[in-house]
Structure formats: structure tokens, C-alpha cells
């Protein structure tokens, strides 16, 4: 099975920062890596799909970039809304697997 | 916009069988893989499996034996029946495509 490590597990910011996940594929993924986001009591978010593709009405403050098996989540300027847990995905090779989530806090 | 509705038993007594339904509104049943993935309370996400609208499957290992994936195309309908469940399958559980979740399910085992 693909192992994915996510770093960091958490992680304070500020309103306005720059913050970036990674998320580490124990064996190569291509570009199948998505990403999620959950807020606390909700089902999860589809942000970006293809690694580094925004779904329709994701705003463009996210992005994410990798292939193989290193990638990452950028947020370029926090908005209060921003605060939740990412999570990522890797889909090309079953099973399907899930990063540990990185917990996103208010500093 | 495509919707994902879900609903199944929420209480279950150890080694009874799980059994939840998602209904797909709004959209193309066909041609995507409908998934069940779960989260145990506090905890992360867990790839549960999928099946395709023609009935295709890939499961978890780690659930196989236990966990079965059914469509009905008629009614745009999709479940997830897992059987002998302990109080380590207390988790919600969720329905979802490529990008739609299903509003969760939380499913309780305990005697």
C-alpha cells in the first residue's frame, strides 16, 4: 500500500500569511494527488484535483503543485475561512489513500 | 450541481452488518466510480472502496472480506453494506464522487 505523510500535523498562522502543506507519497503517484479541506462537523472539500488542478469555485489563493511523489498545498494569503484540516489523496494505485491531515490554526 | 444524499442505521450492536444508501441527484450516474470513505471520531480519513455504474469494485484490503459495494442504476443509488462490525468501525461514514461528499453518517457500535 502507498503511504502518504503529511507535514506538518499542524500549524499556526496568521490572517495574510503564506502557508504550505506537504504531503509525501511512499512510492511514485504521477499526478494523482488531490486535495480536501474539512471543517469541523462537515464533510470534506475537493480543492484541487491532478495535483496541481483548482476545482470550479475554489479560490484562486490555493493552488498545489508535485508529481512523483512530493507535493504541496499553498495557501498564498490566509482568509479566516481558511482555517480547517487538510487532507491529501493519492489515487493511482489501489487502495486509495489518505494523508494524516494537517490541522490548520489561528495564531 | 450534483448531490449526494445518504442515510442508513446509525446504532449497531457488535457483529451486526452495516448497511448505508447514497442517492446521486442532479447529475450523470454513469461513467464515474461512487465511493464510501470514513473517519473515526477525532480521527482521519479512510478509504472504504468504490464502484463504478456498471458494478465494477476495488475495495480496502484491510476491509475486504467484510465489505460489499452494490449499485442500482435505476434509482441512481449506491450502498455499503459491512458485515461483523466491531466498536473499531465506529466512524462516520461518507458517500462521495470526484468531487461531492454525502453529508456523513455517523454509525455507533456498541453492545
Known amino acids: 500500500d502507498i503511504q502518504m505523510t503529511q507535514s506538518p500535523s499542524s500549524l499556526s498562522a496568521s490572517v495574510g500569511d503564506r502557508v504550505t502543506i506537504t504531503c509525501r507519497a511512499s512510492?511514485?503517484?504521477?499526478?494523482?494527488l488531490a486535495w480536501f479541506q474539512q471543517k469541523p462537523g462537515k464533510a470534506p472539500k475537493s480543492l484541487i484535483y491532478a495535483a496541481s488542478s483548482l476545482r470550479s469555485g475554489v479560490p484562486s489563493r490555493f493552488s498545489g503543485s508535485g508529481s512523483g511523489t512530493d507535493f504541496t498545498l499553498t495557501i498564498s494569503s490566509l482568509q479566516p475561512e481558511d482555517f480547517a484540516t487538510y487532507y491529501c489523496l493519492q489515487y493511482n494505485t489501489y487502495p486509495y489513500s489518505f494523508g494524516q491531515g494537517t490541522k490548520l490554526e489561528i495564531k | 450541481q450534483v448531490q449526494l444524499q445518504q442515510w442508513g442505521a446509525g446504532l449497531l450492536k457488535p457483529s451486526e452488518t452495516l448497511s448505508l444508501t447514497c442517492a446521486v441527484y442532479?447529475?450523470?450516474?454513469?461513467?464515474?466510480?461512487w465511493s464510501w470513505i470514513r473517519q473515526p471520531p477525532g480521527k482521519g480519513l479512510e478509504w472504504i472502496g468504490e464502484i463504478s455504474h456498471s458494478g465494477s469494485t476495488n475495495y480496502n484490503p484491510s476491509l475486504e472480506g467484510r465489505v460489499t459495494i452494490s449499485v442500482d442504476t435505476s434509482k441512481n443509488q449506491f450502498s455499503l453494506k459491512l458485515s461483523s462490525v466491531t466498536a473499531a468501525d465506529t466512524a462516520v461514514y461518507y458517500c462521495a464522487d470526484d468531487r461531492n461528499w454525502g453529508q456523513g453518517t455517523l454509525v455507533t457500535v456498541s453492545s
Open positions: 442532479g447529475g450523470s450516474f454513469s461513467g464515474y466510480y
Open positions: 512510492q511514485g503517484i504521477s499526478n494523482y
